[in-house]
C-alpha cells in the first residue's frame, strides 16, 4: 500500500501520466470530474490537459482507457482550447480505441469524434478518419466507416464534406473483409439518403451483384427530406428552431423552406474525375476529317463521340476540335455524319460545361442554320446538341445569334428556333430573363405567331407561352399588348402546360449568382416540380443532360416560405404570395356601396355623414375609424368605405380636422384591407387636391404612401403626378413631386415609367412658380441615384441656368447609393422580392438608354461625304469632318446604323496632318455618347485603331486618344476591348508612348473588373518585353500595371509564362512577380447577392454610359470633364466606397441589435492602393506622431467609414475603454472568417492599433497583443507581406510598447516582433528596432537591443541595416550606458554578433573607450566557456523564426568545404544537444531547436551555390548516379575517373562529399551517396575513407532524420524520391559496413545515434506504407546485422546499452524501440563468445554499473516487460561464464561500486555456477577463496604483512611489489597506510615508485597490447589517461573531491547518470573541427599514417609520439599533486 499512497498525494495531471495504471485509472476519474464541474469554457485549468488528452485514449491499459475516454469526451464537450488537440486525439482513437474489443470504447471513441465535429473541428476528422479507412486492421476500417455514416446522419451533408467519401467509397465495396463490405453499404445507403441519384455515376462500376443489392436498399430509403439533427456550436439558432418544431410535433410540415435549407444539392458532376481526351484522339484526326470519302471522316467522327461520352472533360484547348465538327455541322453533304458530329459537340457541352461556353457563340448560328434539314434523327441531334450547348452558356450571350436567324425565310429554321427559345426559357428564371432579353425576343416570336406556317405559329405560341410562365405576366404583358384575344388565350394556355425545369419552389430565387444561370452546375435531383425530361436523364447520363442552375451545394435562399405559384410571385416583383394576381375590382354603384358599408359600419355613423355640424362629422369619422381599426382583412369592403367617405361633402370637407381624420381612414383601409385600384381611383383626385394644404397635406401624403404601398408605387406615381398637372395648383404640384421624391427613395426605383415622368418633370421645370421647379430638380436627383448620367441627356436642350442648377443637383448626388427601398417589401414574394427589384433597378439604366430618342443617321452618310473624308487635299477632309460633327450634334442619340463611316473615319486615324486626326478622335468620342452601348460592334474596326494613337509623339494626340477611349470604353465596359488578339498585338509594337499610355490605360481599367477575358493572357508576354524596355517610363508603367494582371490571371499562369523568356530575363522577371504578388489588390468584390448590384453588372448589355453598375466604375464623370484621371480618382473611390457600404445598411425590419449580421470589414477594390497614393501625394496626413491628435483620429474615422461595419466603428471609437474592447473582441472572432476584408483593410486596422498603444488602460493593452498575435499568425499564413505604409506607420509605435514596465506585456510584444518577421523582411524591422533605442526609456532600449540580438542571431548578419558596420558602432555605444540592463543588452548583443561573425566584429565596432572594449572583451570570453547547452535554451524561449534566405549570402564566403562541414558540426551538437536535454530519442517530437531547423534550410539552399563552387564534384559523370541502389545486391558502377586522383586533396573532397550526404535537397544527397559507394566499392581506393568513417556516418543519421521529419511529411513529395534515398543511404552503408577495417572506426557516441536512427526507421509505419518500404525495411534490417557483426565490438555494445537506457528512460520512446534495442543486445550477446578477447571489458562493465546504476532492479522490475531485466541478466550471466572469476578483475574504471548493484550482481552469479558445478578447476577456487578472503577480513592484516615481509627482503621485492599492486587493485578501500608509516621515508618512496611502474606497465600492455587487433581512436587519447590518472590518484590516496572545482575529466565520470556517450560528443565535436583545417592539415600529414596510426580524441589526429608526450605530461602532474599533497 505504501506505493498507493505515494501516488494518491499526485496532483490529478501527475496521476494521469504515471506509470501505474491504477494511479492513471484514478487520475482519469478525476479528471472527469473536474472537467464536467468546470464553468468557463476559458479557464486556465483545460490547458493545462492539453498535452495529457492524446495519452488518455490511448492508454495501454484497458480499463484505464475506458474511463480515459470518458474523461477525453468531456474535455472535448466543455473545453475552448480543445480543438487545438483535434489531430493527435482523433488518431488515438482511429489506431488505439478502435481496434479494442471492448463496444464501450469504440463507442466512446465515436462520440468522440462527433464532439470533435460538434466543436467545428470536421475536416480534421474526417481527414483521420479517411486514413483509418487505409489502416490494415478490418476493426479499425468498420470503425472509422461507421463514424463517417453516423456522422453524415446526424450532421448532415452541409457539414460532412462527401466528395472524399464518396471517392474511397467503390475500395471499400472491393475489401476482402465481409464486414468491411456491409459497413459500406449501410454508409452508401446513407449517403444515398442526402444526394440521392447523384450517387450513382460514381458506384457504377463496382461489382454488379453489390450494386443490385444497392438499388433494392436504395428503393427503401423514404423520400423524405433528410435533416440535420445535431448541430455545430456556431448553428446553435438552427438547433433551437429544430427543437422547437420537434416539440411542436416533429417534423409535420414544419419547415416547408428550411427543408431545402437543410439538404445542399449535390451535384453527380462534382463527383466525378475528369478524362483529359484531347491526347487520344486519334493521331490523323485532322486529316481524316477532311477527307474525301466519307467513310474516313465517320471513322473520325466516331472516335471523337467515343471519347465525349466521358461524363466529365478535363478543361484544355478544344477551340480546333470544335472547329472541325462545326465545319462538318455547316458543310459536311453526308447527312449521317452532320447528325454524328452534332453529338460529338453535344457531347463535348455536356462533358465541358460552363468552359465550353467559349466556343458556343461559333457554333449556335451553324446549328441553328442547319435546322433546314428535314430529317428527324438529324433534327433530333442537332436538338440535343444546342440543348447542351445552351447550358454552358447564357441566353443573354447567344441572344444576337438566336434573333438573326428569327427572320430566316425557312419556315423549319423559324420552327426549330422558336422551340429552342422556348426549352431555354424554361431554364431560365425572372432574374435571367429580363426585360432587355424579353423585349427583342417577345418581338420577334409575335411576328412567328403571325406566321404563314402553323408549325412556325404553334412554336412561337409556345415560346410565348413559357416567357409568361418563367416571367410573369407583368412582365410580358406590355410586349403583347397588340395581341388579339384568341392568340392571348392560346399563349395563356401555352403557358399553363409549361413545366420549369426549376420547380415552382424556387420561383425567382434559385439563381442569384451574377444573374447567369450557371447550368452546368446540375441539381442532382431535379426539383418536385422538374420537367418530365429531367427526371428520366437523371439517370446515368442524367444529371449532366438537363442542368438546373442550383449551384451544387448551395441551397436556393429565401427569405419567407415561398407561398407564391413560384414565376408568377418572382415575376409580380413585389406583391406577397396570395396577392400575384392584381386585385381587380369593378366599379360599384353607389346604391350596393351604402348597402355593404351598412353592414360594417354603425348606423349613426352613417347618418352623420353628411351633417351640417361639423362636430357631428368629427364623431363619425372617429366611430368610422374604430370601426376600420377592428375589420378583419377579408371583410373589409375597401371600395365601399372609401366611397362612403367621397360622398358629399366628400373632399370638399372645409373643417380641417373632419379632414385630417378622413385622410388617416384613407390610409388605414389601404393597410388593412385588400385595396384595388379602382378603390384607388375613388380617392386619388381629393388626395392631390389636399396635398398642397398646409394642415391635411402631411395625412394626404400618408394616404397617398398607402395606396402606393398597396397597388404599388409605379401605378400610384403616375396617377398622381398626371392628377397633379392636370391641376392648376402650383402647390399641389411642388407637394405631389416631394411626395415622389421621398416615395421612390422608399419604396425603390423599380417599374417606374421614366418616359412619362421625364415629360411631367420638363413640363415641371418651365412651370413659373420657383417651388415646382425647385420639388422637380430634387426628384431629378433623386432619380439620378437610380438610373445614373443618362438621365441628364434628356434635359440637354433646357436653358443654361436651369441646367447648371440640374447640374449641381446631380453633383451632390455623385458617389451616394440609392438608399435600400423600405416599403413595398412586406408584399415582396420571397421568392422574387429583392431580387426582382434590383434586376429592374438594374435595368432602369438600360431602359433610359432605350428611351432617347434616336436618329437614324444613315442616309445622311452618303458616299459623297465619305469620298470627302478620304480627299487628297486636307482642307476637303477638314469639311467631310466638320459635316459628320454637325450631324452627330443635330442628331444628338443616333442608331447603329451608320453605314461607310468607320472606314472612313479610320483611315482619318492615321492622317499626316495632327489636327485632323484630333478632330477625328473628338468626332469618335462623340460618336460613342451618340450611340450608346450600341457602339460595342465598332469596337474592333475603330476602337483598336484609336489605341494605335495613344503612340503618337504628340502629347496633346496621345490625351486627346486616351480620352476618346475611355468614353468608349464606357459605353462598352472593358470585355470587348481585352478580348481576341488585337490588343496584344498593340502592345507588340516596340512603341514608348503606346506601351506606357497603354498599359497606364490597362493599369486603372483591370483593378475595376471583376473578371476578365481569358485572351489578357496573351498580353503578358508583351508586359514582359515591357518590364525590359530600354524607356524607363515603360518600365515604370509595366511594374504598376503587373499586380493587375496578376489579380486577374493568377501568379501561377504569370510564373509559367516567363518559361519562354531567356533566362536572365526570366529571374529578373521573377523578382519583379514576387514582388507584385506582396501588392495584388484583391478583386472587387462581387455583389452579396445580387443586391449590391452596383459592382459589376451583370452581363456585357449593362455596359451603358455610366449606368451606375457598368463594369468601369467610376469613369461615369469623365464625359463632362477634361481630366480622366481625376474624374477616376474621385469618382471611382467615393462611389465604390459608398456602393460596398451599402452592404453593411442594415434590413429594414430589422431591430437595432440583429444589425450586426454581415462582414465587419467590407472590401473596397483598390480602397488600400487609394489611400497610399493620397498619403504620399499628402491629401492627408502622414500617420506620425508623439502622441495622437485630434486630428488622426478624426482622419482614421473618415477613412474606416468606408470599409468598417457602422456598429463596429462606433464602439471603436467610443469614448469608454470597454467598448474598445468589445471591439477588440469582435474583430478576433471575425479574424479567420473574413481574411480578405482584415487584408484590404489591414493599414487602417494597425492603424487604429497604435491608438490603443496610448491607452492607459492595461486591459485594452493586452487585448491589442492578443490580437495583434492572431493577426499577424493569419497574415503569415495567407503569405501575405506588409506594405511600406503599414510597416511605418505600425512598427515605430509597437517598439514603444517593448518598454513597458509590466513583464508580460514586454513578453507579448517581443513575440508580436518575433512573428512579424515572417511577414516583413528582418532587414527592414531592423532600422525601426535600431530606432528604439535611441528611446528616454531604459527598459526600451534594452529590450530592442535584445531584440536585435536575436534577429542576427536568427537572420545572420545581412539584417544590419544601413550597413554590419554602422548597425554596430550604434550597438556598441550603449555598453557605456548609464544603465545596467542596457550595458548588458548591448553587451550580449554584440556577443550574439560575434558568435555568428567572428573576429570581425572588432573591425566594424571601430575605437571602443578602453573601458568598454575590456568589458566586452571579458563578456566574449565568458560566453565562449559556457557550456553548449546553452544554444537549446535560447531556441527554447525564442520562437522559431523563419529562416531569412538572405542570410546565405554571408555564409558563402567560407570555403565550400570548411563551411558545410562546420554547418555539419552545428547540426550534430543540436541534435545532440537536443537529444540529451529532452533525454527521448522519440522523433516524434515535432519541435526542433531553431538552428537545427536553420541549418538544414541553408544546407537545402546553399546546395545550388556550393556546387558551383566545388567544380571538382561537378565534372563527375555518373551516368547511374540517379538509379535508386538496389539492397541487398548492389550494382557495381565503374568508378568515376575523377577519384584517381585522390591523394592530391582527397581528405578535402571528401569532407565536401559527405557535407552533401546531409543536404535538404534529395538529388544532392543522392549524388553524394553513390560517389562515397564507388569509393567503398574498390579495395584500393577504400582506405582514402579512413579517418572519415564518424563524419559520414553523423552525416547519413542527419540524412536519416531529415526524411523522417522532413520530407515523409511533405505532401508535395514524391515518395519514390523517398524510397530511391533510403536505398542509396542503406546501400552505401552495407558497403561500408562489409569493410571490417574501416567498420571498427565508428567510435561508441556515432553507433549510438545510427542505431537510433535506424531503429526509428523499422520503425516508421510512413515507410511501411510505401510500394517499396518492405523492401526498404529489409534492407535496414540486413545493415543492422553487419553494424551488430563488424563494428568495434566494445564501442557498438558500449552504445547499445547507453540507447537502451536512454529509451527506458524516454517516457515518449515507444515500447517497440527498446525492444528492438534489446534484441540487437541478444545478438551481440550470442556473439560474445567468438568476441569475448577483443571486447574492453572494463568500460562494458562500467557501461552495466551505469545502467545498473539508473535502473537498479527494483525500477526494472516496474517496467511493462520483463525483457530489459532479462536482457541484462543474459548478459552479464555470459560474460562471466565466459571470463570466470577474471571479470572481478575489470571493475577498474568504476568510481564507487557500491552506487550500484553490479559487483554483489556478479559475485552471486560466480557463486552460483561454482554451486553447480562441483567439481571447480584451479581457477575457480581461487576465485572462490577470493570471494570467501573478502568475506571475511580478518585476514587482511596477515596477507599484507606477507606482501611487506616479501618487499623488505632482497630477492623478492619484485615479487612482493606485484603482489602488494594485485592486492591493492582487488580491495581498493583496504589500508595499507599502518605498515608504512612505520617505515623510513625511503622505503615509502620506492614502495610507491614501484607500484606506478607496475602500474604503467601493466596498464600499458594489457590495455593497449590486446587492443591492437582493433586500433581505434579512443584507446590512447587524453581521456583515457585522466581516467586512469584518477585511478591512481584513488590509489595513492588523494581525495578526488578536489577534481571538481575544475572541469570535469569526462561528463561520464562526474554524471554518471548521462549517457556515457557523451565522451564520444566531445570526440565527435574534435573530429568536427577538424574539418575546418582539413584542408590545411591534408597537405602535410601522410595520409598513410593517418590509417596505421589511430587518431586522438582530442587533439587533432595525434600521432603516437604526441600520446607518449601526453603520459610525461601526466606523470609529472602526478608528482606536482603528491607534492602538493605534503
Request: aromatic share 6%.
Amino acid at each position: 500500500m505504501g506505493d498507493d499512497s505515494e501516488w494518491m498525494k499526485l496532483p490529478i495531471d501527475q496521476k494521469c501520466e504515471h506509470k501505474l495504471w491504477k494511479a492513471r485509472l484514478n487520475g482519469y476519474e478525476e479528471a472527469l470530474k473536474l472537467f464536467q464541474k468546470i464553468d468557463d469554457e476559458k479557464s486556465p485549468e483545460w490547458s493545462k490537459y492539453l498535452g495529457l488528452i492524446k495519452k488518455f485514449v490511448t492508454d495501454s491499459n484497458a480499463v484505464a482507457q475506458l474511463k480515459g475516454l470518458e474523461a477525453a469526451l468531456a474535455y472535448v464537450e466543455n473545453a475552448h482550447v480543445a480543438g487545438k488537440t483535434t489531430g493527435e486525439v482523433a488518431s488515438g482513437v482511429v489506431n488505439k480505441v478502435f481496434n479494442q474489443p471492448k463496444a464501450r470504447a469504440k463507442e466512446l471513441g465515436l462520440d468522440i469524434c462527433l464532439m470533435y465535429i460538434e466543436i467545428e473541428k470536421g475536416e480534421a476528422i474526417q481527414e483521420e478518419l479517411l486514413k483509418g479507412l487505409d489502416n490494415k486492421n478490418p476493426k479499425i476500417i468498420v470503425a472509422c466507416i461507421e463514424t463517417l455514416r453516423k456522422a453524415l446522419s446526424e450532421f448532415g451533408s452541409k457539414i460532412i464534406s462527401l466528395k472524399p467519401i464518396i471517392k474511397v467509397l467503390p475500395k471499400l465495396f472491393e475489401s476482402r473483409e465481409k464486414a468491411v463490405r456491409d459497413e459500406a453499404k449501410l454508409l452508401a445507403v446513407e449517403i444515398y439518403r442526402w444526394i440521392r441519384d447523384a450517387l450513382r455515376p460514381p458506384l457504377q462500376n463496382i461489382n454488379s451483384v453489390q450494386l443490385k443489392e444497392l438499388e433494392e436498399e436504395w428503393i427503401k430509403v423514404s423520400s423524405a427530406v433528410p435533416r440535420q439533427t445535431r448541430f455545430l456550436r456556431s448553428q446553435q439558432e438552427l438547433k433551437a428552431k429544430f427543437e422547437q418544431q420537434q416539440a411542436v410535433g416533429g417534423d409535420a410540415d414544419g419547415g416547408g423552406d428550411d427543408e431545402e435549407e437543410t439538404v445542399p444539392q449535390v451535384d453527380a458532376y462534382e463527383l466525378l474525375e475528369a478524362v483529359e481526351i484531347l491526347s487520344k484522339l486519334p493521331k490523323d484526326f485532322y486529316e481524316k476529317i477532311e477527307a474525301k470519302k466519307w467513310q474516313e471522316r465517320k471513322e473520325a467522327l466516331e472516335a471523337v463521340e467515343l471519347l465525349v461520352k466521358n461524363p466529365k472533360l478535363e478543361s484544355g484547348d478544344y477551340a480546333d476540335l470544335v472547329k472541325v465538327l462545326k465545319k462538318v455541322v455547316g458543310k459536311d453533304t453526308n447527312v449521317m455524319l452532320v447528325a454524328l458530329a452534332a453529338k460529338c459537340l453535344a457531347g463535348l457541352a455536356t462533358g465541358l460545361r460552363k468552359k465550353f461556353g467559349q466556343y458556343a457563340g461559333h457554333v449556335v448560328p451553324t446549328i441553328l442554320e442547319k435546322f433546314k434539314e428535314k430529317k428527324p434523327q438529324v433534327v433530333q441531334a442537332l436538338q440535343e446538341a444546342i440543348d447542351a450547348i445552351f447550358l454552358t452558356t447564357t441566353l443573354q450571350n447567344l441572344s444576337e445569334d438566336i434573333l438573326a436567324v428569327m427572320d430566316n425565310k425557312n419556315p423549319t429554321i423559324k420552327q426549330q428556333t422558336s422551340l429552342f427559345i422556348a426549352r431555354s426559357f424554361r431554364h431560365c428564371t425572372p432574374s435571367t430573363l429580363p426585360k432587355s432579353l424579353l423585349k427583342p425576343f417577345c418581338a420577334a416570336l409575335l411576328k412567328h405567331i403571325n406566321d404563314s406556317a402553323p408549325e412556325v405559329r404553334d412554336a412561337g405560341f409556345e415560346a410565348l407561352g413559357t416567357a409568361l410562365k418563367v416571367a410573369g405576366e407583368k412582365a410580358v404583358n406590355p410586349f403583347l399588348a397588340d395581341v388579339d384575344k384568341l392568340k392571348l388565350d392560346r399563349i395563356k394556355e401555352c403557358a399553363e402546360k409549361v413545366e420549369l425545369v426549376y420547380g415552382k419552389k424556387t420561383g425567382g430565387a434559385a439563381e442569384k449568382r451574377e444573374g447567369k444561370p450557371v447550368a452546368g452546375k446540375t441539381a442532382a435531383l431535379p426539383g418536385p416540380g422538374a420537367d418530365k425530361e429531367t427526371k428520366d436523364a437523371a439517370t446515368k447520363a442524367g444529371p449532366l443532360k438537363k442542368a438546373s442552375a442550383v449551384k451544387s451545394g448551395v441551397p436556393p435562399k429565401k427569405g419567407k416560405p415561398a407561398t407564391a405559384a413560384g414565376a408568377g410571385g418572382a415575376g409580380a416583383k413585389g406583391k406577397k404570395g396570395p396577392e400575384t394576381k392584381e386585385i381587380f375590382e369593378s366599379e360599384l354603384s353607389m346604391e350596393v356601396c351604402e348597402e355593404k358599408a351598412a353592414a360594417v359600419l354603425p348606423a349613426s355613423c352613417i347618418q352623420q355623414l353628411d351633417s351640417g355640424n361639423w362636430k357631428e362629422r368629427l364623431a363619425c369619422m372617429e366611430e368610422f375609424q374604430k370601426a376600420v381599426e377592428l375589420m378583419e382583412r377579408s371583410e373589409m369592403p375597401c371600395q365601399a368605405l372609401v366611397r362612403m367617405l367621397a360622398k358629399k361633402p366628400g373632399w370638399k370637407e372645409t373643417n380641417f380636422q373632419v379632414m385630417q381624420m378622413k385622410l388617416h381612414i384613407v390610409a388605414l383601409i389601404a393597410q388593412k384591407g385588400n385595396f384595388s385600384k379602382t378603390s384607388a381611383q375613388v380617392v386619388l383626385d381629393g388626395l392631390v387636391d389636399k396635398v398642397g394644404d398646409v394642415k391635411c397635406g402631411s395625412n394626404a401624403k400618408e394616404a397617398m404612401t398607402a395606396i402606393a404601398e398597396a397597388c404599388q408605387l409605379p401605378w400610384t406615381a403616375e396617377q398622381v403626378v398626371a392628377t397633379a398637372f392636370s391641376q392648376k395648383n402650383p402647390k399641389n404640384q411642388s407637394e405631389t413631386l416631394n411626395w415622389l421624391s421621398n416615395a421612390i427613395k422608399e419604396f425603390g426605383f423599380s417599374g417606374l415609367n421614366v418616359k412619362a415622368f421625364i415629360s411631367n418633370v420638363k413640363t415641371a421645370l418651365a412651370a413659373t412658380n420657383p417651388a415646382v421647379r425647385t420639388s422637380a430638380i430634387t426628384l431629378l436627383g433623386v432619380m439620378y441615384l437610380y438610373v445614373g448620367p443618362p438621365l441628364r441627356m434628356f434635359f440637354e436642350d433646357e436653358k443654361p441656368a436651369l441646367l447648371s442648377q440640374i447640374d449641381a443637383e446631380f453633383e451632390k448626388m455623385q458617389g451616394q447609393t440609392a438608399p435600400t427601398p423600405t416599403r413595398g417589401i412586406s408584399r415582396h414574394s420571397a421568392g422574387g422580392g429583392d431580387d426582382g427589384e434590383e434586376e429592374e433597378q438594374e435595368e432602369v439604366g438600360n431602359d433610359v438608354v432605350d428611351l432617347l430618342p434616336r436618329t437614324d443617321i444613315g442616309d445622311k452618310i452618303t458616299a459623297e461625304l465619305v469620298s470627302k473624308i478620304g480627299d487628297k487635299n486636307w482642307k476637303i477632309r477638314k469639311e467631310g469632318l466638320d459635316e459628320v460633327t454637325s450631324i452627330l450634334n443635330e442628331a444628338k442619340f443616333i442608331h447603329p446604323n451608320i453605314g461607310e463611316l468607320p472606314a472612313a473615319l479610320k483611315n482619318r486615324l492615321n492622317d499626316s496632318n495632327k489636327i485632323l486626326v484630333q478632330q477625328t478622335l473628338s468626332i469618335l468620342q462623340q460618336l460613342a455618347t451618340a450611340m450608346g452601348p450600341n457602339i460595342k460592334q465598332h469596337v474592333k474596326n475603330l476602337g483598336i485603331p484609336v489605341i494605335t494613337v495613344l503612340g503618337d509623339s504628340k502629347n496633346n494626340v496621345r490625351a486627346a486618344a486616351l480620352a476618346t477611349v475611355n468614353a468608349w470604353a464606357e459605353q462598352t465596359g472593358m470585355k470587348e476591348w481585352l478580348e481576341g488578339e488585337d490588343l496584344s498585338e498593340e502592345l507588340k509594337k516596340e512603341n514608348p508612348f503606346l506601351r506606357q499610355e497603354l498599359l497606364g490605360w490597362l493599369a486603372e481599367k483591370l483593378p475595376t473588373l471583376r473578371s476578365v477575358p481569358s485572351d489578357l493572357l496573351l498580353c503578358v508576354p508583351h508586359l514582359y518585353s515591357c518590364l525590359e524596355d530600354r524607356n524607363g517610363d515603360v518600365r515604370k508603367k509595366a511594374q504598376d500595371a503587373l499586380p493587375f494582371f496578376m489579380m486577374h490571371l493568377g501568379f501561377e499562369k504569370m510564373a509559367k509564362a516567363t518559361g519562354k523568356l531567356k533566362p536572365t530575363s526570366k529571374d529578373q522577371v521573377l523578382a519583379m512577380l514576387e514582388k507584385a504578388k506582396a501588392n495584388m489588390p484583391a478583386k472587387p468584390a462581387p455583389p452579396a447577392k445580387s443586391s449590391s448590384r452596383v459592382v459589376g453588372g451583370t452581363a456585357p448589355a449593362k455596359f451603358q454610359p455610366g449606368s451606375a453598375f457598368a463594369d468601369d466604375l467610376g469613369s461615369n464623370n469623365v464625359e463632362s470633364k477634361p481630366d480622366p484621371k481625376k474624374a477616376k480618382a474621385g469618382g471611382l473611390s467615393s462611389k465604390t466606397k459608398g456602393v460596398q457600404g451599402k452592404k453593411v445598411l442594415s434590413k429594414p425590419n430589422l431591430k437595432e441589435d440583429d444589425d450586426k449580421s454581415g462582414p465587419i470589414f467590407i472590401i473596397v477594390p483598390n480602397g488600400k492602393e487609394q489611400r497610399m497614393k493620397e498619403e504620399k501625394g499628402l491629401k492627408v496626413l502622414k500617420w506620425n506622431f508623439t502622441t495622437p491628435r485630434d486630428e488622426y483620429i478624426e482622419q482614421l474615422k473618415t477613412q474606416m467609414s468606408t470599409c468598417v461595419a457602422k456598429w463596429l466603428q462606433d464602439e471603436m471609437f467610443h469614448a469608454d475603454f470597454q467598448h474598445h474592447n468589445k471591439a477588440l473582441a469582435v474583430m478576433i472572432e471575425h479574424l479567420e472568417s473574413e481574411k480578405d476584408g482584415v487584408i484590404s483593410c489591414l493599414d487602417l486596422i494597425l492603424k487604429w492599433l497604435t491608438l490603443r498603444f496610448f491607452d492607459t488602460n492595461t486591459s485594452v493593452l493586452m487585448k491589442t497583443l492578443e490580437y495583434l498575435k492572431l493577426l499577424f499568425n493569419m497574415l503569415s499564413q495567407e503569405e501575405y507581406h506588409l506594405t511600406e505604409n503599414e510597416a511605418s506607420s505600425f512598427i515605430p509605435y509597437l517598439i514603444l510598447k517593448v518598454g513597458e514596465p509590466k513583464d508580460v506585456i514586454r513578453k507579448d510584444v517581443r513575440a508580436i516582433l518575433n512573428r512579424m518577421c515572417l511577414i516583413y523582411p528582418a532587414s527592414k524591422m531592423f532600422p525601426f528596432i535600431m530606432e528604439g533605442t535611441k528611446s528616454k526609456n531604459s527598459k526600451q532600449r534594452a529590450e530592442c537591443l535584445e531584440e536585435l540580438g536575436c534577429l542576427v542571431e536568427s537572420y545572420g548578419m545581412n539584417v544590419c541595416q544601413p550597413t554590419p558596420g554602422k548597425a554596430l558602432k550604434e550597438m556598441a555605444t550603449h555598453i557605456g550606458d548609464r544603465d545596467n540592463t542596457v550595458r548588458n543588452a548591448a553587451l550580449n548583443t554584440i556577443v550574439t554578433v560575434y558568435n555568428v561573425h567572428g573576429d570581425q566584429v572588432f573591425k566594424l565596432i571601430g575605437n571602443l573607450s578602453e573601458k568598454d572594449m575590456s568589458m566586452l572583451e571579458e563578456r566574449i570570453k565568458r560566453s565562449a566557456k559556457r557550456p553548449s547547452a546553452a544554444p537549446v535554451r535560447q531556441a527554447e524561449e525564442k520562437p522559431q523564426r523563419a529562416q531569412n534566405i538572405s542570410a546565405n549570402a554571408g555564409m558563402m564566403r567560407k570555403g565550400p568545404a570548411e563551411d558545410m562541414s562546420s554547418k555539419l558540426k552545428i547540426m550534430y551538437r543540436t541534435y545532440r544537444i537536443q537529444n540529451r536535454n529532452m533525454g527521448s530519442h522519440s522523433e516524434t517530437t515535432h519541435t526542433v531547436p531553431r538552428e537545427f531547423q536553420l541549418d538544414l534550410d541553408e544546407i537545402e539552399n546553399d546546395n545550388g551555390t556550393v556546387r558551383c563552387e566545388m567544380p571538382a564534384l561537378v565534372q563527375h559523370k555518373l551516368d547511374d548516379i540517379f538509379e535508386p541502389v538496389l539492397i541487398p545486391e548492389p550494382k557495381i558502377r565503374a568508378v568515376s575517373p575523377h577519384f584517381d586522383d585522390m591523394h592530391s586533396n582527397t581528405a578535402s573532397t571528401i569532407n565536401f562529399v559527405i557535407s552533401q550526404v546531409a543536404s535538404g535537397d534529395i538529388n544532392t544527397s543522392i549524388q553524394a551517396l553513390t560517389q562515397i559507394d564507388e569509393v567503398l566499392k574498390q579495395e584500393d581506393k577504400a582506405e582514402a575513407m579512413s579517418g572519415h568513417i564518424d563524419q559520414f556516418l553523423i552525416a547519413t543519421f542527419m540524412q536519416l532524420r531529415l526524411i523522417y521529419n522532413t520530407h515523409m511529411a511533405d505532401e508535395k513529395l514524391d515518395k519514390d524520391e523517398i524510397v530511391r534515398l533510403y536505398s542509396c543511404i542503406i546501400g552505401s552503408m552495407i558497403t561500408l559496413f562489409q569493410i571490417e577495417s574501416l567498420a571498427r572506426e565508428a567510435s561508441t557516441g556515432v553507433l549510438k545515434d545510427l542505431m537510433h536512427g535506424l531503429i526509428t526507421l523499422m520503425l516508421d509505419s510512413r515507410v511501411e506504407d510505401l510500394e517499396e518500404g518492405e523492401q526498404v525495411i529489409r534492407s535496414v534490417n540486413l545493415l543492422v546485422v553487419k553494424v551488430l557483426e563488424k563494428s568495434d565490438q566494445t564501442n557498438i555494445l558500449s552504445a547499445l546499452l547507453v540507447l537502451l537506457q536512454d529509451s527506458l528512460l524516454a517516457t515518449a520512446s515507444s515500447p517497440k524501440f527498446s525492444e528492438l534495442v534489446m534484441k540487437c543486445l541478444w545478438r551481440m550477446v550470442r556473439l560474445l563468445p567468438e568476441t569475448i578477447n577483443s571486447i574492453n571489458l572494463d568500460r562494458i562493465l562500467l557501461d552495466i554499473h551505469i545502467f545498473m546504476k539508473v535502473f537498479p532492479k527494483e525500477k526494472l522490475k516496474q517496467c511493462k516487460s520483463d525483457f530489459p531485466i532479462r536482457t541484462l541478466k543474459t548478459l552479464l550471466h555470459t560474460l562471466c561464464k565466459l571470463k570466470g572469476p577474471k571479470i572481478l578483475d575489470h571493475l577498474t574504471m568504476i568510481d564507487n561500486k557500491n552506487e550500484s548493484e553490479l559487483e554483489a550482481h556478479l559475485c552471486r552469479v560466480m557463486k552460483h555456477s561454482m554451486d553447480q558445478s562441483g567439481k571447480a578447476d584451479k581457477d575457480t577456487e581461487k576465485g572462490a577463496s577470493r570471494i570467501e578472503e573478502k568475506a571475511s577480513k580478518a585476514k587482511v592484516n596477515d596477507i599484507l604483512a606477507e606482501i611487506f615481509k616479501k618487499i623488505g627482503s632482497k630477492e623478492n621485492t619484485k615479487e612482493g611489489l606485484a603482489e602488494l599492486y594485485e592486492y591493492k587493485k582487488k580491495y581498493s578501500d583496504a589500508d595499507i597506510e599502518p605498515f608504512l608509516k612505520n617505515s623510513s621515508q625511503f622505503f615509502q618512496s620506492y614502495v610507491e615508485r614501484g607500484l606506478r611502474l607496475i602500474e604503467t606497465e601493466r596498464e600499458g600492455k594489457g590495455r593497449i597490447a590486446p587492443s591492437t587487433g582493433n586500433t581505434n581512436g579512443e584507446e590512447v587519447g587524453p581521456s583515457v589517461y585522466l581516467e586512469r590518472l584518477k585511478i591512481l590518484r584513488q590509489r595513492c590516496g588523494l581525495d578526488n573531491a578536489k577534481q571538481e572545482d575544475r572541469p570535469p575529466l569526462t561528463s561520464l565520470l562526474s554524471k554518471p547518470t548521462l549517457p556515457t556517450v557523451a565522451s564520444s560528443t566531445d570526440m565527435l565535436h574534435s573530429k568536427l573541427s577538424q574539418l575546418r583545417e582539413s584542408r590545411e592539415q591534408y597537405q602535410h600529414l601522410d595520409l598513410d599514417c593517418n590509417q596505421t596510426h589511430s587518431s586522438g580524441i582530442g587533439t587533432t589526429l595525434a600521432s603516437p609520439s604526441s600520446a607518449a608526450a601526453n603520459i610525461d605530461d601526466l606523470k609529472k602532474r602526478l608528482e606536482r599533486i603528491k607534492s602538493s599533497r605534503k
